[in-house]
């Protein structure tokens, strides 16, 4: 589809940068009340927090931990924590404010929310992790909350993370409140309070998104050849349901490496390898290792970053060979490399729309702890199925509407909902 696009420069190609771009395009299309704007364009709390940690080694290091709080007006804050080098105040807004425009578009009554701690994870023994983990939740204290900013897994945290967090912020509580607090984090282990689904929820999205566009472009899946960067939690679960759609994995890239094999390469077989070498799929014996640089313009149908922002720029968008991206990242291509893949006719299913499936997943987590219920695979799949199915529709509809490209769309729905609550409130008349 070639449609309208951004088209402001910005001297500079960070998050933040992108992020604000693509707000400022959708909500000149609509022409946002200029007060709701104003609003919009700030982050209501941004949260940095230094704190002291013994090593195991005995000596003391001092970590820096972020929680940016975008906007809350369509409930309590979400979105994930991040532990990795790069997460800084200007990565934690920017993901932040994606997390506002993606709990709106899901239609959550949820807000937008992100934060981390920036360290290198492969530094540090588990014990230290623990450590770290634990200090960083007393530090936030009661900026978070089960009905104020709900945390969740991203980069290099996961369910043993969640699970730290929650007995942490438990620790601090009276004996009645630590019943009832479940739901102060998600994506927990499922003996922790975690819900069923959770693990493959954004994955499982990502692969939605693509079958419901490919339903809707008359392909067939089959024999499709598509490629993945990042192979964590969002990356393998997508490439796992797309296999097994009958789509074939020809090349993997990770933060060690790029493999490629144009046969396939199997994806548990892959899974499990990576696992026993401590998180690389470097050295698989099944595909060959490929320079990097390469991986991008690599023969494919689909492409799938899942991995970290950034990734697809000028530098590399006009060699891509694919027609559809399926953004499983978050901001993983840049508002100049999205003019450029546009102009060549490739579609991309936007983040806030391809990702959404794991807050949705997160969603269904705190609402089970929330009304004491649990929920069988079965159920939480179908409905994840059916709220992926309306956020596409809708997108799709108003990107045919408007006759302008899906993040756009995307965007112009999430913008419009909370520009409906300001309005209805009666602030902004
Ligand atoms: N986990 C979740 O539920 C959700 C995650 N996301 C987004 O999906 C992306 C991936 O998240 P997860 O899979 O959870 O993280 P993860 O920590 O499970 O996996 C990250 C993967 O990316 C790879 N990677 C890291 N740096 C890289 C680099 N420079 N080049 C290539 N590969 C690199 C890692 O080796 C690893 O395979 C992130 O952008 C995250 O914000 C979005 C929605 C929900
Ligand atoms: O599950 C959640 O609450 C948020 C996950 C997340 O960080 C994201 O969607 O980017």
């Given at each position: 589809m070639i449609a309208k696009v951004a088209s402001k420069k910005a001297p500079k190609q960070g998050m933040l940068e992108n992020v604000m771009r693509q707000f400022d395009n959708a909500a000149d299309i609509i022409d946002l009340n200029t007060n709701i704007r104003k609003i919009l364009e700030v982050t209501n709390n941004e949260i940095v927090v230094h704190f002291p940690v013994r090593m195991d080694n005995g000596e003391v290091e001092i970590f820096t931990g972020y929680r940016v709080q975008h906007n809350n007006a369509l409930g309590p804050y979400k979105g994930g924590l991040r532990y990795h080098p790069t997460v800084d105040i200007d990565a934690a807004k920017a993901l932040a404010m994606w997390m506002t425009w993606k709990t709106s578009l899901a239609g959550l009554p949820y807000g937008g929310a992100k934060g981390g701690i920036q360290l290198d994870p492969n530094k540090y023994s588990d014990t230290e992790l623990e450590r770290i983990t634990r200090r960083f939740t007393y530090a936030l204290g009661d900026n978070i909350g089960p009905e104020l900013d709900i945390p969740a897994p991203d980069v290099n945290t996961n369910p043993q993370t969640m699970a730290w967090i929650l007995d942490t912020y438990m620790s601090t509580k009276s004996p009645a409140e630590r019943s009832t607090n479940m739901h102060v984090v998600t994506g927990k282990p499922i003996g922790a309070g975690g819900s069923k689904g959770r693990d493959r929820a954004t994955g499982f999205g990502v692969f939605l998104t693509i079958k419901f566009w490919a339903e809707s472009h008359n392909v067939d899946l089959k024999d499709k050849k598509f490629i993945v960067q990042g192979f964590g939690n969002v990356g393998y679960w997508a490439a796992y349901f797309l296999v097994n759609e009958g789509a074939i994995l020809t090349a993997v890239q990770d933060a060690y490496g790029s493999i490629a094999n144009e046969e396939g390469i199997n994806v548990d077989q892959l899974f499990d390898y990576q696992k026993g070498n401590k998180g690389s799929i470097l050295g698989y014996a099944k595909a060959r290792t490929i320079d990097s640089k390469d991986f991008f313009s690599l023969d494919c149908d689909i492409c799938i970053?899942?991995?970290?922002?950034?990734?697809?720029t000028p530098k590399n968008a006009h060699k891509l060979k694919a027609y559809l991206i399926a953004e499983g990242a978050n901001g993983p291509t840049d508002v100049d490399a999205e003019e450029i893949l546009l102009k060549k006719g490739i579609d991309i299913i936007p983040d806030i729309l391809c990702n959404s499936g794991g807050v949705i997943g997160s969603y269904f987590e705190w609402l089970q702890n929330r009304n004491g219920e649990i929920w069988s695979l079965d159920e939480v799949m179908e409905k994840l199925e059916k709220k992926m199915k309306e956020s596409f529709t809708t997108v799709i509809e108003t990107s045919k509407k408007r006759n302008v490209d899906m993040r756009t769309a995307a965007f112009i729905i999430a913008i419009e909902r909370l520009e409906e609550a300001y309005v209805q409130r009666g602030i902004f008349p």
């Open positions: 970053p899942a991995a970290l922002g950034n990734q697809i």
